[in-house]
């Protein structure tokens, strides 16, 4: 069984920076890939950014490349998500997730997910 713990969502306005944390508990073998989604209101919950635990290859929403960094510290099991330049309507609570043996943008495909924590950008 995994536990995901997200933390450093908050209020920003645009322009600015945020970074969220993702730690998993129990053992994360090589094969994982971790990511982070986001849902809006009134909207589906969407693939922003992921990464490949083992070899580290990273993928990103094409509405966040460039602006979004997604990163791994293996020996901390955690994932983080570096937010820059941050618009309003990337509003939204982001959700981490965890699926032991694939790398699809499929929400269904993942195993484990956060309880999910709150990002608002105002204009």
């Known amino acids: 069984q995994v536990q995901l713990v997200e933390s450093g969502g908050g209020v920003v306005q645009a322009g600015g920076s945020l970074r969220l944390s993702c730690k998993a508990s129990?053992?994360?073998?090589?094969?994982?890939?971790m990511a982070w989604f986001r849902q809006a209101p009134g909207k589906e919950r969407e693939f922003v950014a992921g990464?490949?635990?083992?070899?580290?290859?990273?993928y990103y929403h094409d509405s966040v490349s460039g602006r979004f960094t997604i990163s791994r510290v293996s020996a901390e099991n955690t994932v983080y998500l570096q937010m820059n330049s941050l618009k309003p309507e990337d509003t939204a609570v982001y959700y981490c997730a965890l699926d032991r043996g694939g790398y699809s943008r499929m929400s269904s495909s993942f195993d484990y997910w956060g309880q999910g924590t709150q990002v608002t950008v105002s204009s």
């Open positions: 990464i490949r635990w083992g070899v580290g290859n990273t």
């Open positions: 129990g053992r994360i073998y090589s094969s994982t890939f």
